[in-house]
């Protein structure tokens, strides 16, 4: 891509990317994993070409499914040949920016980070920075015993890093200064757990809700299935759906009703919301939004584009229309999809 191509408008911007794999849904809708991995990477790669960063909290374990590695390879790709020489060589190159909550960054090697230092940034939050008191924080050692107080505090912590995400953080480091991480300007959603997922609420529910609230950009390709099929289908419908009580989560995710119970026993830390407090929210954030989407949204298409782009199953129509959508609205420069 030569230096005229490659608009600056969203250079040292963050835009945040939920997706995760839901075999079942996919292949329910004539789709596969490489369906979906395609998706992304034509997403990815003109955002990272622009300066762009991407936060994605994926894990690190080399699955399949996994589409952290992707990522990184795409990126590691691009800043190579960036280096190469010529017109573009001093051009930046957007990193991935890999939020991570305790326990999980616990399986990030120091060798994995070395490895990936050049293209990806790991944010690792803590048990301490979403309010849990010193005398209340689970030792690194006992991350796997299983206890009440490990679950809580895993929950909270998870839920406390998807809110820090969505505000910026500012992270001290020792002898140098301190580091500013900027929220993201816009999310993309697809796919995601809304059974057997970890945490107060489906993954996708609350980082769609925390991105409402901050009036950002929200890019919902409910086509492919998962928790964004059902955000879709709320932001389409009428009424409430049962996906959005508790009774709903509790009968298929016991972890839900078990959470409920630790929060009486424990104290919740300020801006960590209970399972009922985080579905009343969303449903409240997608009633006035029924009547004009595409303004609720942000997404910088009409009207009918946005409900399209609701309800697509077309990997290069959905890539196109949520290129369109960061035109409008971020200065991405427009490509074909």
């Not at 009424?239 to 709903?248: D, K, N, V």
Request: hydrophobic content about 40%.
């Amino acid at each position: 891509m030569s230096r005229r191509h490659r608009s600056r408008a969203i250079a040292d911007q963050v835009i945040a990317l939920s997706v995760s794999y839901q075999r079942a849904h996919l292949l329910a809708r004539g789709l596969g994993l490489e369906h979906l991995r395609e998706l992304l990477m034509r997403l990815a790669r003109p955002l990272v070409r622009q300066g762009a960063s991407l936060a994605y909290g994926g894990h690190w374990r080399e699955t399949e499914d996994n589409f952290t590695y992707d990522l990184l390879r795409l990126t590691s790709s691009e800043q190579e040949d960036n280096s190469f020489g010529g017109a573009d060589t001093d051009l930046k190159i957007g990193r991935i920016i890999n939020h991570s909550a305790w326990p999980n960054y616990l399986e990030v090697s120091a060798d994995i980070e070395a490895r990936w230092i050049n293209c990806c940034r790991i944010i690792r939050v803590k048990q301490n920075d979403v309010g849990i008191p010193e005398a209340h924080v689970v030792a690194d050692a006992d991350a796997k015993n299983g206890s009440d107080r490990t679950l809580f505090n895993a929950a909270v912590t998870l839920s406390g890093m998807r809110r820090l995400t969505v505000t910026g953080m500012s992270i001290p480091i020792p002898d140098v200064g301190t580091e500013t991480v900027p929220p993201p300007v816009a999310r993309v959603i697809l796919g995601g757990k809304v059974i057997g997922y970890s945490g107060f609420l489906p993954g996708i529910f609350e980082e769609a809700l925390l991105t409402l609230e901050a009036k950002s950009p929200l890019y919902v390709l409910g086509g492919f299935g998962g928790a964004s099929e059902v955000l879709s289908r709320a932001l389409l419908g009428t009424g409430r759906l049962p996906e959005f009580t508790q009774e709903w989560h509790q009968e298929r995710t016991p972890e839900v009703a078990k959470l409920a119970s630790l929060s009486a026993q424990f104290n919740l830390p300020p801006q960590v919301r209970t399972t009922t407090a985080s579905l009343d929210a969303l449903h409240a954030c997608i009633l006035p939004a029924r009547g004009n989407l595409s303004a609720a949204l942000k997404t910088g298409l009409s009207e009918p584009e946005t409900h399209e782009l609701l309800q697509i199953r077309d990997v290069g129509r959905a890539v196109q229309l949520v290129r369109k959508g960061l035109a409008a609205q971020l200065g991405l420069q427009s490509l074909p999809a």
